[in-house]
């Protein structure tokens, strides 16, 4: 069955380097988003991504987040200048064309020190 | 604010009871329902979703939308130790998504 797949599975930083989260979404999947959970609390949308550009973000995601789509498998999360609050769970997602429905990876989980 | 609330528990019920786990919700716009359950330090994985009042049923799970009243619910029957994990409700407005805080269950065997 296919899955989102997310790299690195940890990723341990120190305040103010960049990270970059990648995930590979389902292969004929379209719709791609990024959320975060910091540990006990709720799932939190970040952004959604279409057609080669970001259709929606919260007001989480500011300067501070990027995400691209390099080539036509991953899908990045930079996070830029890292904060001791940035420590979280990050999970990508994608969905298809005509589905609302999402699949979730596995995430990675950012620790900033 | 709130788009997605969900009483967070925990929840403790004996193998076989019937669970019912509900979230309210407040935006009319809201399309999709889904709920999600989620093990410890994994992704969330979807369990069923429905866009219309009513029931969907699944096996032995049960969603349940009320857009009057703007309730969710999902019922387990028969509820087995490996259904204990947070279940999350979520709901989206096109391609923006929330999701409730989680009720954490666990089936005692």
């Known amino acids: 069955e296919p899955e989102v797949t997310q790299t690195p599975s940890h990723q341990v930083t120190q305040m103010g380097q960049e990270v970059i989260l990648r995930c590979v979404p389902i292969?004929?999947?379209?719709?791609f988003y990024w959320y975060r959970q910091i540990l006990g609390q709720k799932v939190e949308f970040l952004v959604s991504?279409?057609?080669?550009?970001?259709?929606?973000k919260s007001e989480i995601f500011d300067d501070q987040f990027s995400v691209e789509r390099p080539d036509g498998s991953n899908f990045t999360l930079k996070i830029r200048s890292t904060k001791l609050e940035d420590s979280a769970m990050y999970f990508c997602?994608?969905?298809?064309?005509?589905?609302?429905?999402?699949?979730f990876g596995p995430g990675t989980r950012l620790t900033v020190l | 604010q709130k788009e997605v609330e969900q009483d967070p528990g925990p929840l403790s019920v004996p193998e076989g009871a019937i669970v019912s786990l509900n979230c309210t919700y407040s935006?009319?716009?809201?399309?999709?329902f889904m709920w999600y359950r989620q093990y410890s330090r994994k992704g969330p994985e979807l369990l069923m979703y429905t866009y219309s009042s009513g029931n969907k049923e699944d096996g032995r799970f049960t969603a349940q939308v009320d857009k009057s009243s703007k309730y969710i619910s999902l019922f387990i029957r028969d509820s087995q130790p490996s259904d204990s994990a947070t279940y999350l409700c979520?709901?989206?407005?096109?391609?923006?998504?929330?999701f409730g805080t989680g009720t954490s269950l666990t089936v005692i065997p």
């Open positions: 997602a994608s969905n298809g064309q005509g589905s609302d429905t999402q699949y």
């Open positions: 292969s004929n999947h379209l719709y």
């Open positions: 991504f279409y057609n080669n550009e970001i259709s929606e």
């Open positions: 979520a709901s989206n407005t096109g391609n923006q998504f929330y």
């Open positions: 935006n009319s716009a809201f399309q999709y």
